[in-house]
């Protein structure tokens, strides 16, 4: 297959797959292993995720760069929530070896997992009744945390977590996606200084068909993905994740 095609296939699983609850690194995972490809390298992989970042940013920009409200971005309380997020994932990062376990076996239990958790959680919604403060942040970044595994999905773990702990949804949305940024760029550093896949030097034109796939289908995702929360529940990714675990 044409390595552009590749990489645009490539872009489209990571965009589409960021932010639904189904896990995008394990969806690559696949993607790798239906087109045959041995294993990104950290250079493809940097480049997609910077598509994913900025599709956050460019949705949100209306508050992204905004201090006005207490959950814009770069309000005081929401950076120091974003900080108390983010903190577990650096120590899930530095102490598992992450990348041993992005093969297919695996993403195939995480999957089943992932599929589990968001039908299980769905039911359980507002089990308990918790605002957003700076702890309970701290307890969603853990599963933010167990997330950073291909096939359990961050959006799914987190936001699930937090319609359990009784948050309301509208807010633990856009919040959710605030985290994604901190982890992404961590994530970033995290290819660059321990990548065992290694680094090659793209073309002008496969970068930016890497990125432009990865950003489109992003933040097409983002908007698909927001009007369906805004409705309806996760049982149906849920029933898909685990339908994906038995075929793979």
Known sequence: MNNLI????????????????????????IGQDILNISNLD?????????GTLFSIIYF??????????????????????LVM???????????????????IGFVEKALLINGVWLISA?????????DLTNKIALVLGIFQSIAILPGISRSGAVICAALILGIKKSEI??????????????????????SASGFSILSFESSV???????????????FLIKILEKFSFIGFGVYC????FLI
């Open 6 to 29: 590749e990489l645009f296939i490539l872009g489209i699983i990571q965009g589409m797959t960021e932010f639904f609850p189904i896990s995008s690194s394990g969806h690559l995972v």
């Open 42 to 50: 950290a250079t493809e992989e940097i480049i997609a995720h910077f």
């Open 60 to 81: 949100y920009r209306s508050s992204f760069f905004s201090r006005k409200h207490h959950s814009d971005f770069f309000h005081s309380k929401n950076l120091t929530k």
């Open 85 to 103: 997020a983010t903190i577990p994932a650096i120590v899930f990062a530095l102490v598992f070896d992450v990348e041993s376990y992005f093969n």
């Open 122 to 130: 769905t039911i359980l919604t507002n089990t308990f009744k918790f």
């Open 173 to 194: 949305i856009k919040f959710c996606f605030y985290m994604v940024v901190p982890a992404t760029i961590l994530s970033i550093f995290y290819k660059l200084i321990f």
């Open 209 to 223: 068909v890497l990125f432009s796939s990865s950003f489109i289908f992003g933040y097409l995702s983002l908007v």
């Open 242 to 245: 685990i339908i994906v675990s």
